[in-house]
């Protein structure tokens, strides 16, 4: 693999498979993973708790909560301080290694960095429908609220700190639908755009959109 640094940005509809397949293939590339924990991380730096950010509503649990709320449902003003501070860690981690980060703008943070892979993955309803009920374990009323509820959060904050849309393929190197090839070979494929990206005749920074 390349020794110059290189960062994957993973964008993703809800339901898409997106979170597991952007590990997977950190690991089989063997470099840094960085998703919900950059908030985590950002509410730590600035001594905050999510508690302390945000009075957390009894109806949302654990994960979904970030994935709605990525910044918390604080004022805008410190929403926009952790936004901050979360950029500086994204502009940190791109300058210290090679890594993939999900989500969190960093499409948008890291558009002019060379070396640097922006990637969307999405599916058809009826595939993430299927997921939301079999791997989160989802009723289809549920299901169905969390689908849209979740990309339309996502949308908003993009909207609201990046200027464009997640699936923008404007801002993308790559559109990939996981369900054509599922988790295994969507990753297969992502492996082999990458290595084709970092040898040496190819160019620091792919400018034309592909879409599979």
Not at 194 to 210: G, N, Q, R, T, Y
């Amino acid at each position: 693999m390349s020794e110059k640094k290189y960062v994957i940005t993973i964008s993703r509809q809800f339901g898409s498979l997106g979170r597991p397949i952007a590990k997977k293939l950190a690991e089989r590339l063997g470099i840094g993973y960085y998703d919900r924990e950059l908030v985590d991380r950002t509410a730590k730096e600035l001594n905050m708790t999510v508690s302390e950010i945000v009075e957390l509503e009894e109806s949302v649990k654990g994960g979904f909560f970030q994935m709605k709320y990525p910044l918390g449902l604080g004022t805008t003003s410190v929403r926009d301080k952790i936004f901050e501070n979360q950029k500086r860690i994204i502009k940190e981690l791109a300058e210290k290694e090679s890594c993939v980060i999900v989500g969190r703008c960093a499409d948008s943070i890291l558009y002019e960095y060379e070396n640097t892979l922006h990637i969307y993955i999405y599916a058809p309803e009826e595939e993430r429908f299927e997921v939301c009920k079999k791997d989160f374990g989802m009723s289809p009323i549920e299901a169905k609220r969390m689908m849209v509820e979740v990309d339309k959060a996502r949308e908003r904050y993009h909207m609201e700190y990046a200027g464009f849309l997640p699936g923008d393929p404007k801002y993308k190197d790559l559109l990939i639908d996981s369900s054509v090839l599922g988790v295994e070979k969507t990753v297969d494929l992502l492996e082999n755009y990458v290595k084709l990206f970092l040898s040496a005749e190819a160019p620091k920074k792919i400018k034309k959109c592909i879409q599979f």
